[in-house]
């Protein structure tokens, strides 16, 4: 599994190295659906590459936005259409257990296009939050605009952080399982930062609609 694992990124590698923003666009668009390309070892090589006069940087981000955005649509058409009862039913033969479909659907009540927004920059989250944002039929206006923002936020720091690990250690573009043990290890850091940032707004969404709440006199 893990050889396998190493000629799948070693594909992806020349894939984005040979088509260009093309294959940013392509390869990101997988990622924001059930196909599981990490925008850990696509969006990174690609800056890198951008650095080195290839591509621009600036290009690689929008390339990666786009893709996301468009990944992101399909899955979110696909589960408007065929609706809640077919995803659940179906769902786990393409690894999205009910229970996943279910939580998911709770953020998305919860939180609405702010959740989206947060959704698109935390691991797992982020490519599965279409589905219950079609489910729910949320507009698709907002939820575009949510979508495009989070993966724009998300495909620029993940450009940035690449060209800083990278850029001092360009062999690891040779060896992509060790490329992607260094992503892994150093972007605990920028996981964390989120997943805090996300907890903060949850815990002051609820606070707010606590006090929100009429009081019972006694």
């Known amino acids: 599994m893990q050889d396998q694992f190493h000629a799948l990124l070693k594909i992806w590698f020349h894939f984005v190295e040979t088509w260009g923003y093309l294959g940013v ?12 390309v990490p925008s850990e070892v696509v ?33 979110y058409a696909v589960s408007r259409l065929v609706g809640e009862p077919f995803v659940r039913r179906y769902g786990k033969f393409v690894l999205i257990p009910e229970a996943k479909v279910a939580a998911m659907e709770g953020w998305v009540r919860e939180y609405g296009v702010s959740g989206i927004f947060f959704a698109r920059l935390l691991p797992v989250m982020r490519h599965l939050i279409s589905i219950p944002a079609g489910i729910l039929k949320m507009p698709v206006g907002a939820f ?5 923002a989070g993966a724009f936020l998300w495909c620029a720091a993940l450009s940035w952080f690449g060209m800083r690990v990278i850029g001092d250690a360009p062999q690891l573009l040779d060896s992509p399982a060790e490329l992607a043990r260094v992503l892994k290890d150093r972007m605990h850091l920028v996981v964390a930062a989120v997943v805090l940032l996300a907890a903060a707004y949850a815990a002051m969404t609820g606070l707010r609609k606590r006090a929100s709440k009429p009081q019972v006199q006694a």
């Open 25 to 36: 666009f392509l390869l990101m668009a997988l990622e924001s659906s059930i196909v599981p």
């Open 43 to 75: 969006m990174p090589p690609a800056a890198y590459w951008a650095a080195q006069g290839r591509m621009s940087f600036w290009g690689v981000v929008l390339a990666g936005t786009a893709g996301s955005w468009f990944g992101s649509i399909v899955s």
């Open 144 to 148: 575009s605009a949510a979508t495009t």
